[in-house]
């Protein structure tokens, strides 16, 4: 519908269009593999304290080569290009994205995160979700691929 120029009430937003928009804003932040690995990897820390954006990066490392919580030194060098790539694209791309949005604390001059409430509320989504994700192709079971779809809560 075109917006009539002597309706006031045609230039406003329809109902619900705040809603579908942080709807997307979250899956746009959760579209992104590394954003839920540093998400989990704060969640499961003790306390509030920063963390240095260097230990959530390794979390990450082990994320994508399929390990949990073994010591990223038991993996030899053979990840220390990827490590690289990864602590560089969330230092300059995911890590920033999740402050902007209020999911993480993010001090550049310390190069530490923490997450903040928001954040915690979507990395509890992806623990009780078990990040899995039903497929429309599929017959309605959890596919169990790694993705996620999360309730809007930014």
Same mark, same amino acid.
């Not at 990066?57 to 994508?64: I, K, P, S």
């Not at 994700?133 to 996620?148: N, Q």
């Given at each position: 519908m075109l917006p009539v120029i002597s309706d006031p009430e045609s230039l406003s937003t329809p109902a619900g269009a705040d809603d579908a928009a942080t709807t997307d804003a979250v899956f746009d932040l959760l579209s992104d593999w590394r954003r839920r690995a540093v998400l989990r990897s704060l969640d499961g820390r003790k306390?509030?304290?920063?963390?240095?954006?260097?230990?959530?990066? %390794?979390?990450? #490392?082990? =994320?994508? $080569?399929?390990?949990?919580?073994?010591a990223l030194a038991a993996t030899g060098d053979a990840l220390l290009g990827t490590r690289k790539r990864i602590h560089i694209s969330l230092r300059h791309t995911h890590v920033p994205k999740l402050a902007d949005a209020g999911a993480l604390e993010f001090d550049p001059e310390t190069n530490t995160v923490a997450l903040c409430e928001t954040g915690e509320k979507l990395a509890a989504q992806l623990r009780d979700?078990? %990040?899995?994700? #039903?497929? =429309?192709? $599929?017959?309605?079971?959890?596919?169990?691929?790694?993705?996620?779809?999360?309730?809007?809560?930014?």
């Open positions: 306390g509030t304290d920063p963390v240095p954006l260097s230990d959530v990066a %390794d979390h990450v #490392v082990l =994320a994508a $080569d399929g390990q949990d919580t073994s979700e078990g %990040d899995k994700r #039903v497929d =429309a192709d $599929d017959d309605g079971e959890p596919d169990g691929d790694g993705d996620f779809v999360p309730e809007a809560t930014v």
